[in-house]
């Protein structure tokens, strides 16, 4: 998923809006990587960092103005994306 993650901004040309929608899949690919029983341990290990290492850059997306102002603008995102991934009530409102 990182090296797909990778190639996607790389041949596009990426936009603030695409950004949360792309750390949201990878999120989701990871976790579905973490439950899956197929994978050894030291997966499991380095999925989990590569997890903590994705939060810490999403907790700044959380803390910034521009990508909230990117998401709402978007003709495609709006608040429907947000409510569509589940974010809590509390963040929408905000």
């Known amino acids: 998923i990182l ?13 603030l809006a695409t950004v949360i929608p792309a750390m949201d899949h990878i999120d989701k690919m990871l976790m579905s990587y973490l439950c899956n029983k197929k994978y ?4 499991h ?3 989990r960092l590569a997890k903590k290492t994705l939060n810490q850059y999403y907790q700044l ?3 910034s103005h521009t990508y909230w ?4 603008l978007h003709p495609q995102h709006k608040l429907l994306y947000f409510k569509a991934a589940d974010w809590e009530d509390n ?3 905000t």
């Open 45 to 47: 290990l380095a999925v």
């Open 91 to 93: 963040w929408i409102q």
């Open 40 to 43: 050894l341990p030291s997966i």
């Open 61 to 63: 997306t959380d803390r």
């Open 69 to 72: 102002i990117s998401m709402v």
């Open 3 to 15: 090296k797909d993650a990778t190639l996607y901004f790389s041949r596009a040309t990426p936009n």
